[in-house]
């Protein structure tokens, strides 16, 4: 007798435990794979295509370079930053090397 999370066995109308959280399916995992190889497989002609393209529209080529530096460069996050409201006084001074900072 299998018991699910609840402890109700399996069969009574209630899912099984399923899987991990986070776990690809096979389907997900096998789409993954073959996209990386053809990827792979065609690196090689990648600056040939972006060529031909750039030949006859430059911008289509800028955009296709750009769409796929996505996949190697990672997106920067936006942040924010709150200001006082306030100006404050800054005092910078120069000192050489060897010098005393609380002199």
Known sequence: MTLNK?????GTGLAGPGR???TPNRMTTEMREALAA???DNAPKL???????ARTNPKAALD???RMLEFVVPKM???????PTEPQI??????NSGEDPEA
């Open 6 to 10: 609840r402890g109700k066995t399996i």
């Open 20 to 22: 991990p959280a986070g």
């Open 38 to 40: 053809f990827a792979t």
């Open 47 to 53: 600056q040939d295509w972006l060529d031909r393209v």
């Open 64 to 66: 296709i370079y750009v």
């Open 77 to 83: 996050a936006r942040h924010t930053v709150e200001l």
């Open 90 to 95: 800054v005092t910078v001074r120069w000192m």
